[in-house]
């Protein structure tokens, strides 16, 4: 199979076109509208950086001493409105209170520039993440920025690269450091839900350390939060905010429906009832869960790639842009696959490294292959969990 100067095969390197394609697309269609670079709006809604907005406005927030409003939709998009562009709709602030300890830092600066900040930031922190791992397969580490999911991620201005990056390092360093490992996975509590996983696969592999160090991580976290917050923001957090995003999954009608891979969210939008939507996510989620506790990966490293997978077929909530770490093991897939000529694992592997761009257009025409694709994924990698993490040379060739 030939290869090229980054290691990666020919069809692993073709994977990475489609996905990438329709991001540039999409940063395009963004540039066309934006009728005055001076503003930072772009079609008369949405704003450059587009999740971002909600981080620079949480710190901003914070800085006039005016917390209530946060989780008050109403009063934070009115907000948002005065201070950011009176055109802007369906943003709420989703993230719990700890995040507080540090939005005030992109907040110090004007919002272009903290834009600039964040996304240098998030995509400085998700390659060195994956970098070890990369270099492990012999490949380069600027693949981490090549994946479509990296690049749907730095359009959305979203916190997948922060997160996938916190993931990579919790597996890399689960049986070495950890402690380490711990700390990492308990600041996923940015984004509690996907973590959903981390726990029961720490116990599993008997990592007490590494599930006390999290769990003092969260403990602190939000010990802090509630010292210099107050407890008001985790009450309103847990009571409404939580129940708001949830509420998203049978939203079929929303833009957001287009980014979530769920099963019940699929369901949803085939005009199915919820018995029969939530029945699926319940059987796919378990099936899913019982391989993954029955016959895990030996290696950390495949257990956490596999995990990432899993946690999106389990979840009903989550969303394209999270899934970096996803793309990180189809690429893998996909390359070590190519390397046996393993054409279904290929094909499978390649689908997916471009398929959370691909949903945001082919969502628009009923075509939602999302949970089918993953569930795939998931097989092929759980069946074959040594091509997540074997060296190029030592993967078994076929004759």
Known sequence: MTQRSDGLTLWARIALVPGLILVAVLVA????????????????QAIWGRDFANVWSAGRILFEGNLPILYDIPAYQ???????????????????PTSLLYVWLPALLPYTAALIFWLVASAAAFFLAARPWLREAGLSSWIALLLPTSALCLWAGHYGLFFGAL????????????????????????????ALLMPLLFALRRQWRAFGFAALTVGLLVGASILLFGIGPWQTYLSATSGVQ?????????????????MVTTAFAYGEGPELAWGLQIASGLIVLALLIVRPPRDAAALGLLAAIATFLILPYGFNYDMTVV????????????????????VIAALVVSLP??????????IRPAPILLFLLFLAAWSRPELLTARRDAVRRYA
């Open 29 to 44: 269609i963004d540039w066309q509208r934006a009728a005055d670079l001076a503003s930072p709006m772009i079609n008369g």
């Open 327 to 346: 793309g990180l093991a189809a690429l893998l897939l996909a390359h070590r696959s190519a390397i046996e000529r393993d054409w279904a694992r290929l």
């Open 246 to 262: 949830l509420s998203l999954v049978d939203n079929v009608g929303t833009y957001f429906a287009l980014m979530m891979p769920s």
């Open 167 to 194: 993931w990579l390092i919790a597996w890399r360093e689960v049986d070495r450091r950890p402690a380490l490992s711990g700390v990492a996975t308990g600041l996923m509590i940015i984004k509690p839900h996907l």
């Open 357 to 366: 761009p691909a949903m945001l257009f082919i969502g628009r025409i009923d």
């Open 78 to 96: 009115a907000w948002q409105a005065e201070h950011l562009a009176a055109e802007m709709d369906q943003h709420n602030y989703s993230y719990p």
